[in-house]
């Protein structure tokens, strides 16, 4: 029979290299116009749904505090903290194409806060004040205030008695403090703890600390900078903290585990191919299996996301155990039929082949349903990477794998050996024994599963990097935590008013322990009616007793009439966030506030958190009270994991019952239910195990079941459609070694999801080799093909 142009293995093989040709060069075009390697964190988690008002807020959040560094240069001479601190702020300032906003202290803060709140005394009050004013008793006010009059460390001075006999308004400036750890000399920002001296500086990266150039531009300022300190200050202990240093350890640890990882996995597989075939062209075939797969992984990744998440190419590492499977038929097959053509065993193993990566396309596609970036990067990176090994074997091994293999010697009768040492020769004795060992096994390890959906375990940091940022963060009363509140109103003075409502909860909650600080505009300002208020208390002061008043403290009744003209003068002047936000103090709360816009009609404000203890019991306060809300990405990011990891799994009983209906077509539905059974026992007993051993599971253990189901379904096809087990037997025995070394080794990972998702495949890709040949128990004997 003559074979057309297009079935030759020359045009196969041609069509192949042209496939080849225009994927690299779409690659190349796809990294020239912007494709990246993506390292943030955040850019593979749920999307969640939100409000406009909540999604501004959280965007506002996350990129004012994503890029700001924070650095304490702790010693326990307070000078030389100082002079460590100024080195630092010299050095980084110098990087201007690295670093903005370099900062600490500034020594003219205490003139500009007074500059701003100054013209507006008579509508500030603290509660005390105001508690006081409003029994109309000012006896405590006039004690207070003589105490200051004849104190050696007192405030008062003539001019500002002349505008403020009571001294009001110190006590309201020093309420502006956040804590009374933090002070300012020298121009630079200090904190105290027992004997030593912590001077803090603080600095915005131009770019994001997820970007790698960005991450080797900043930290490379960074370690110059702190290495002159070091030489100059050797007693200096210097804290860091911020998203840099995590994004930095992350980068690095992904780095490190995608090379040892590949290459191990590569190693073991080619030394595995190499003692069962002992021959070259194998080895090279299986590399070109493997890099052709990656290739197209890396491009069709590229095409549809325009970028390639880090955690894609960890996971994508384990292509290089799957790929190579359609190999491992080929030649196993090869080996078993020596006398066959390349093409005639392609013919022989193509239903098999096809049904496989059929259901891990299905395996891969349930992957891509995950409401999770990274994880649908990783569906589409290792479901192409198969289809280019599946083209590679179709196209390129006509051709290039024609050439004649070693006489087998013990790989086939080795198969042999075991497949009759695991399987019983009573097929009775599998559900006499078996069936119930395994279902004992599954009811005790699967009622002691538990669950841990927290996303705080996608990216774990060093110790060094922990630890170091705690410390800081202790310094600075608590630092600022995930969580914020959330406060809106429907016009800006509405706003402030929940602003005002909101602080006693808030203060209370201090108290009680429940949260170290917080920093809310309500602290900056009050809303117009709290400052319409106070000016209406302090008519007590200014108004007709006001002679008698300045008597007693021993001031010159004739100050009575300029101050109520002043006082007189103030009314219906309040202060505005407006003009709060041109002063020095109000350019760094500026952030803080969420105008209305045409995205959202209403106005918010952030409230930060600082040192959270009992979030629970925040969270039952903030419910209780109306325009407010606790956003908790984290909580509310991990809540969405544990839904769909529910969801994973009934996904999951759908794919096996559509399996099930797919393979019944061919093998009738006994065999069919068989072959669907060995990956459902499989992933049970994976879960079992994994439950013993007091493993949690989250999302990444079900989504690693799916590859489980896909994988171990093919191990049950190939026996179901075997017409030589021995050779089979050969081919999954290397498939799942291949798999293992891929997977067994990601579940080494220091990233927990890695090693979840790397850890639950290795069980259930063990199970299923264990299991796969009892399928040939129940499959009809084949006629041999003429």
């Given at each position: 029979?003559?074979?057309?142009?297009?079935?030759?293995?020359?045009?196969?093989?041609?069509?192949?290299?042209?496939?080849?040709?225009?994927?690299?060069?779409?690659?190349?075009?796809?990294?020239?116009?912007?494709?990246?390697?993506?390292?943030?964190?955040?850019?593979?988690?749920?999307?969640?749904?939100?409000?406009?008002?909540?999604?501004?807020?959280?965007?506002?959040?996350?990129?004012?505090?994503?890029?700001?560094?924070?650095?304490?240069?702790?010693?326990?001479?307070?000078?030389?903290?100082i002079?460590?601190?100024?080195?630092?702020?010299?050095q980084?300032?110098?990087?201007?194409?690295?670093?903005?906003?370099?900062?600490?202290?500034?020594?003219?803060?205490?003139?500009?806060?007074?500059?701003l709140?100054?013209?507006?005394?008579f509508?500030?009050?603290?509660?005390?004040?105001?508690?006081?004013l409003?029994?109309n008793?000012?006896?405590?006010?006039?004690?207070?205030?003589?105490?200051?009059l004849?104190?050696?460390?007192?405030?008062a001075?003539?001019?500002?008695?002349?505008?403020?006999?009571?001294?009001?308004?110190p006590?309201?400036?020093?309420?502006?403090?956040?804590?009374?750890r933090?002070?300012?000399?020298?121009?630079?920002?200090?904190?105290?703890?027992?004997?030593?001296?912590?001077?803090?500086?603080?600095?915005?990266?131009?770019?994001?600390?997820?970007?790698?150039?960005?991450?080797?531009?900043?930290?490379?300022?960074i370690?110059?900078?702190?290495?002159?300190?070091?030489?100059?200050?050797?007693?200096?202990?210097?804290?860091?903290?911020?998203?840099?240093?995590?994004?930095?350890?992350?980068t690095?640890?992904?780095?490190?585990?995608?090379?040892?990882?590949?290459?191990?996995?590569?190693?073991?597989?080619?030394?595995?191919?190499?003692?069962?075939?002992?021959?070259?062209?194998?080895?090279?075939?299986?590399l070109?299996?493997?890099?052709?797969?990656?290739?197209?992984?890396?491009?069709?990744?590229?095409v549809?996301?325009?970028?390639i998440?880090?955690?894609?190419?960890?996971?994508?590492?384990?292509?290089?155990?799957?790929?190579?499977?359609?190999?491992?038929?080929?030649?196993?097959?090869?080996?078993?039929?020596?006398?066959?053509?390349?093409?005639?065993?392609?013919?022989?193993?193509?239903?098999?082949?096809?049904?496989?990566?059929?259901?891990?396309?299905?395996?891969?596609?349930?992957?891509?349903?995950?409401?999770?970036?990274?994880?649908?990067?990783?569906?589409?990176?290792?479901?192409?990477?198969?289809?280019?090994?599946?083209?590679?074997l179709?196209?390129?091994?006509?051709?290039?794998?024609?050439?004649?293999?070693?006489?087998?010697?013990?790989?086939?009768?080795?198969?042999?050996?075991?497949?009759?040492?695991?399987?019983?020769?009573?097929?009775?004795?599998?559900?006499?024994?078996?069936?119930?060992?395994?279902?004992?096994?599954?009811?005790?390890?699967?009622?002691?599963?538990?669950?841990?959906d927290?996303i705080?375990?996608?990216?774990q940091?060093?110790?060094?990097?922990?630890?170091?940022?705690?410390?800081?963060?202790?310094?600075?009363?608590?630092?600022?935590?995930?969580?914020?509140?959330?406060?809106r109103?429907?016009?800006?003075?509405?706003?402030?008013?929940?602003?005002?409502?909101?602080?006693?909860?808030l203060?209370?909650?201090?108290?009680?322990?429940?949260?170290?600080n917080?920093?809310?505009?309500?602290?900056?300002?009050p809303?117009?009616?709290?400052?319409?208020?106070?000016?209406?208390?302090?008519?007590?002061?200014?108004?007709k007793?006001?002679?008698?008043?300045?008597?007693?403290?021993?001031?010159p009744?004739?100050?009575a009439?300029?101050?109520?003209?002043?006082?007189?003068?103030?009314?219906?002047?309040?202060?505005?966030?407006?003009?709060?936000?041109?002063?020095?103090?109000?350019?760094?709360?500026?952030?803080?506030?969420l105008?209305?816009?045409?995205?959202?009609?209403?106005?918010?404000?952030?409230?930060?958190?600082?040192?959270?203890?009992?979030?629970?019991?925040?969270?039952?306060?903030?419910?209780?009270?109306?325009?407010?809300?606790?956003?908790?990405?984290?909580g509310?990011?991990?809540k969405?994991?544990?839904?769909?990891?529910?969801?994973?799994?009934?996904?999951?009983?759908?794919?096996?019952?559509c399996a099930?209906?797919?393979?019944?077509?061919?093998?009738?539905?006994?065999?069919?239910?068989?072959?669907?059974?060995?990956?459902?026992?499989?992933?049970?007993?994976?879960?079992?195990?994994?439950?013993?051993?007091?493993?949690?599971?989250?999302?990444?253990?079900?989504?690693?079941?799916?590859?489980?189901?896909?994988?171990?379904?093919?191990?049950?096809?190939?026996?179901a459609?075997?017409?030589?087990?021995?050779?089979?037997?050969?081919?999954?025995?290397?498939?799942?070694?291949?798999?293992?070394?891929?997977?067994?080794?990601?579940?080494?990972?220091?990233?927990?999801?890695?090693?979840?998702?790397?850890?639950?495949?290795?069980?259930?890709?063990?199970?299923?080799?264990?299991?796969?040949?009892?399928?040939?128990?129940f499959?009809?004997?084949?006629?041999?093909?003429?």
């Open positions: 029979m003559r074979i057309s142009s297009f079935d030759s293995a020359r045009n196969r093989l041609i069509i192949f290299i042209s496939l080849l040709l225009l994927l690299v060069a779409i690659g190349i075009q796809q990294w020239q116009q912007g494709g990246k390697i993506q390292t943030d964190i955040l850019a593979m988690l749920p999307h969640l749904q939100q409000d406009s008002l909540t999604h501004s807020a959280l965007d506002r959040v996350e990129s004012q505090l994503a890029d700001r560094l924070y650095f304490g240069l702790v010693s326990p001479k307070q000078q030389d903290a002079a460590a601190a100024k080195l630092l702020i010299q980084l300032s110098a990087a201007k194409q690295v670093f903005t906003q370099v900062e600490s202290g500034h020594n003219d803060i205490a003139t500009s806060i007074n500059k709140y100054f013209p507006y005394r509508n500030l009050l603290t509660q005390q004040q105001q508690q006081t409003a029994k008793d000012l006896t405590p006010l006039i004690n207070h205030a003589q105490s200051q004849y104190s050696a460390f007192g405030f001075s003539s001019q500002l008695l002349s505008q403020d006999p009571l001294l009001l308004y006590a309201n400036i020093q309420a502006l403090a956040q804590s009374q933090l002070n300012i000399t020298d121009g630079i920002l200090m904190a105290h703890e027992g004997t030593n001296s912590a001077a803090i500086v603080m600095a915005k990266g131009l770019q994001s600390a997820f970007n790698p150039q960005a991450q080797q531009a900043q930290s490379a300022v370690n110059h900078a702190l290495q002159l300190i070091q030489q100059q200050y050797p007693e200096i202990h210097i804290l860091k903290a911020g998203a840099l240093f995590h994004a930095q350890a992350a690095q640890t992904a780095k490190t585990e995608i090379s040892n990882i590949g290459s191990i996995s590569l190693i073991g597989v080619f030394l595995l191919v190499w003692l069962t075939f002992r021959s070259a062209m194998p080895i090279l075939m299986a070109l299996t493997i890099s052709t797969g990656l290739v197209i992984a890396v491009v069709m990744t590229l549809i996301f325009g970028e998440h880090l955690i894609t190419l960890v996971f994508g590492t384990s292509l290089i155990g799957i790929a190579i499977d359609y190999s491992f038929h080929f030649y196993c097959e090869r080996l078993a039929q020596p006398n066959f053509s390349a093409s005639r065993t392609i013919r022989l193993i193509l239903p098999a082949i096809s049904l496989a990566l059929l259901t891990s396309a299905l395996a891969y596609l349930g992957m891509g349903l995950a409401p999770f970036p990274g994880m649908q990067q990783v569906a589409v990176f290792c479901g192409s990477g198969l289809i280019g090994a599946y083209l590679t179709i196209l390129a091994y006509p051709l290039l794998a024609n050439g004649k293999l070693p006489q087998p010697t013990w790989q086939l009768s080795l198969a042999q050996r075991y497949l009759q040492w695991i399987i019983p020769a009573n097929p009775r004795t599998v559900g006499r024994y078996l069936v119930p060992v395994m279902a004992l096994f599954i009811v005790v390890g699967i009622s002691q599963l538990h669950s841990n927290d705080r375990q996608l990216q940091s060093p110790a060094s990097i922990t630890q170091s940022e705690n410390q800081l963060r202790q310094l600075l009363s608590g630092g600022t935590d995930n969580q914020f509140i959330l406060v109103g429907a016009t800006e003075q509405a706003l402030l008013q929940h602003l005002t409502a909101l602080t006693p909860v203060n209370s909650a201090q108290q009680q322990g429940e949260i170290g917080f920093v809310s505009l309500a602290r900056y300002i809303s117009q009616q709290q400052q319409q208020h106070n000016y209406q208390l302090q008519q007590h002061i200014y108004g007793n006001l002679p008698q008043t300045l008597a007693q403290l021993g001031l009744t004739d100050l009439a300029p101050l109520q003209q002043q006082y007189q003068a103030a009314k219906g002047h309040y202060l505005t966030l407006t003009e709060l936000f041109k002063s020095p103090l109000g350019q760094q709360l500026a952030p803080l506030y105008p209305a816009n045409a995205i959202h009609s209403q106005y918010g404000a952030i409230v930060l958190l600082g040192g959270i203890k009992q979030l629970p019991q925040l969270q039952q306060r903030i419910d209780a009270i109306p325009n407010v809300m606790l956003v908790d990405k984290v509310d990011i991990s969405v994991m544990g839904h769909f990891r529910h969801m994973t799994l009934i996904m999951l009983a759908l794919a096996l019952i099930w209906a797919i393979f019944s077509l061919r093998f009738g539905r006994r065999l069919a239910l068989i072959v669907t059974a060995i990956p459902l026992l499989a992933g049970l007993l994976s879960l079992a195990w994994l439950g013993i051993i007091g493993e949690p599971i989250n999302l990444f253990n079900t989504l690693a079941l799916i590859l489980v189901f896909g994988i171990g379904v093919d191990y049950s096809l190939f026996f459609e075997s017409k030589q087990n021995d050779a089979v037997m050969l081919a999954v025995f290397m498939s799942a070694c291949s798999t293992l070394l891929a997977f067994g080794l990601l579940a080494f990972s220091k990233t927990e999801a890695i090693h979840a998702f790397g850890l639950t495949l290795a069980l259930g890709i063990a199970f299923a080799f264990l299991l796969a040949p009892m399928v040939s128990l499959a009809p004997k084949p006629m041999q093909e003429q």
